[in-house]
T-cell receptor, first 114, second 113 residues
Framework: IAGITQAPTSQILAAGRRMTLRCTQD?????MYWYRQDLGLGLRLIHY???????GKGEVPDGYSVSRANTDDFPLTLASAVPSQTSVYFC?????????????FGPGTRLTVL | GENVEQHPSTLSVQEGDSAVIKCTYS??????FPWYKQELGKGPQLIID?????GEKKDQRIAVTLNKTAKHFSLHITETQPEDSAVYFC????????????FGKGTKLTVNP
């Protein structure tokens, strides 16, 4: 069982470019999340999805968009990258089947915007 | 919305000693409090969690306590080992029909052999 996979592992991007971070889970979880992790700031929620076809904004959504066309995939898009979006991005999923359940995290994508 | 404070930001202990990490939360409606361990270069992984109807939970060398009145919860690691060295995050649930979490800023634990 792979769990959650993310791609790419790392990326260097010029400011102003468009970038999509990919996330796929094979656990048939209903809910998926995108976080960014910055030194000293912990994990901050960007966007989330409770089920295919629905998305919601987290704490720091500006500059990012998501889609949830099916259960397994939850891509995160930076329409026009800026240096402040340099961060490590983690995708996560949880069952969302009544009562809180564990969030499983992917290995992360390290993004550098120059 | 929910706000989670975590202390200390760094903690260094000798192998075999105990380590305690503390968190406070602001929203009395929060009812789920997980702890995650993040090793270098990896994603966070759940190590223990506690729900608001329980005051304490143990799993081998790890325990978590919850004080709902004071709105704080703590992670206790006994008989620490070098492999316990990692960054630990506490989190609290956000109310609403999702499983959203608000995380603390993390504690870097170093266990010295």
């Amino acid at each position: 069982i792979a769990g959650i996979t993310q791609a790419p592992t790392s990326q260097i991007l010029a400011a102003g470019r468009r970038m999509t971070l990919r996330c796929t889970q094979d656990m048939r979880h209903n809910a998926m999340y995108w976080y960014r992790q910055d030194l000293g700031l912990g994990l901050r929620l960007i966007h989330y999805s409770n089920t295919a076809g629905t998305t919601g904004k987290g704490e720091v959504p500006d500059g990012y968009s998501v889609s949830r066309a099916n259960t397994d995939d939850f891509p995160l898009t930076l329409a026009s990258a800026v240096p402040s979006q340099t961060s490590v991005y983690f995708c996560a999923s949880s069952a969302l089947a009544g009562g809180f359940s564990e969030q499983f995290f992917g290995p992360g994508t390290r993004l550098t915007v120059l | 919305g929910e706000n989670v404070e975590q202390h200390p930001s760094t903690l260094s202990v000798q192998e075999g000693d105990s380590a305690v990490i503390k968190c406070t939360y602001s929203d009395s409606a929060s009812n789920y409090f997980p702890w995650y361990k993040q090793e270098l270069g990896k994603g966070p992984q759940l190590i223990i969690d506690i729900r608001s109807n329980v005051g304490e939970k143990k799993d081998q060398r790890i325990a978590v306590t919850l004080n709902k009145t004071a709105k704080h919860f703590s992670l206790h690691i006994t008989e620490t080992q070098p492999e316990d060295s990692a960054v630990y995050f506490c989190a609290a649930s956000e109310k609403g029909g999702s499983e959203k979490l608000v995380f603390g800023k993390g504690t870097k634990l170093t266990v010295n052999p």
